[in-house]
């Protein structure tokens, strides 16, 4: 049972360059959501989809997209990294409903130079 | 909106000593509260959870309980280990659902 998938763990950009960190579940979870970590701050909520197709804003979406095409797969696109966005990345699914917790990935470690 | 607030740490305790970390909310209508713990190099895993007012969560020795007149949800565990060492996370579901919402997280060192 694999659960939430992130891929890579361990990424170093350069500043103006584009990557997608990858995102997958096996659970057939309807929510998923990229988070970022970094200390002090605790987890803030990039963006989140309530299912295929459907994706909206968090609390910090700018230099982000993302997209849904599948209940499985949940990309975040970096647009043109900014050493601002060095940061840990995590990735959760979870089933519908408001008592449902959310599952992690491992995180991806992104440092941007 | 609705947020989440706990202890500042970090927090170190000797072996077998009890442990409390405080969480309080702030939400519209009736969230599900969660406890989450994080291990050095990984990701967040559910510790425990309550759903309703005055539910206690509880899984390896630790309890949380749901005080709805308090707003709190805060989590203990009667004797620590030294493998508790870990950051601990407190959050909340919005009504919908669609959203979590966390501390900051607190972390935790437990010396032998």
């Known amino acids: 049972n694999a659960g939430v998938t992130q891929t890579p763990k361990f990424q170093v950009l350069k500043t103006g360059q584009s990557m997608t960190l990858q995102c997958a579940q096996d659970?057939?979870?309807?929510?998923m959501s990229w988070y970022r970590q970094d200390p002090g701050m605790g987890l803030r909520l990039i963006h989140y989809?309530?299912?295929?197709?459907?994706?909206d804003q968090g609390e910090v979406p700018n230099g982000y997209n993302v997209s849904r095409s599948t209940t499985e797969d949940f990309p975040l696109r970096l647009l043109s990294a900014a050493p601002s966005q060095t940061s840990v990345y995590f990735c959760?699914?979870?089933?519908?409903?408001?008592?449902?917790?959310?599952?992690f990935g491992d995180g991806t470690r992104l440092s941007i130079l | 909106g609705d947020s989440v607030t706990q202890m500042e740490g970090p927090v170190t305790l000797s072996e077998e000593a009890f442990l409390t970390i405080n969480c309080t909310y702030t939400?519209?209508?009736?969230?599900?509260l969660f406890w989450y713990v994080q291990y050095p190099g990984e990701g967040l895993q559910l510790l425990l959870k309550?759903?309703?007012?005055?539910d206690k969560g509880s899984n390896k020795g630790f309890e949380a309980t749901y005080r709805k007149e308090t707003t709190s949800f805060h989590l203990e565990k009667g004797s620590v280990q030294v493998s508790d060492s870990a950051v601990y996370f407190c959050?909340?579901?919005?009504?919908?659902?669609?959203?979590?919402?966390f501390g900051t997280g607190t972390s935790l060192t437990v010396i032998p």
């Open positions: 959760a699914s979870s089933s519908k409903g408001s008592n449902q917790p959310q599952h």
């Open positions: 659970m057939n979870h309807e929510y």
């Open positions: 989809s309530v299912g295929a197709g459907i994706t």
């Open positions: 939400a519209t209508g009736y969230p599900s």
């Open positions: 309550a759903t309703k007012a005055d």
């Open positions: 959050a909340l579901t919005s009504n919908t659902g669609n959203q979590f919402y």
